[in-house]
């Protein structure tokens, strides 16, 4: 958990100087929080490679401790 709320917390510094896009009818409903996710999915995406290196690292490391925690997990469930 705490990589994923790192993660966010990165994505959305990042994103926080994307241009604001005009908002239309969709974007005051229930869809806002989905709308909003998906521009700063595109803003992330266009954001050059070296913009982008914090927020990889800790992707790298929440893939890193699952591999770790699924590792012991089946280390466990051999030593039984």
Known sequence: MFFGFWELRIKQQLTDEAPQLPESVVDRGVLD??????KREQYLRSLPKQALVK???VVMLKFL???????????????K
């Not at 929080?33 to 998906?38: A, F, K, Q, V």
């Open 65 to 79: 401790f699952f591999a770790i925690l699924f590792a012991e997990m089946i280390y466990f469930q051999m030593s």
């Open 55 to 57: 927020y990889r690292r």
């Open 33 to 38: 929080d989905l709308t909003e996710r998906m």
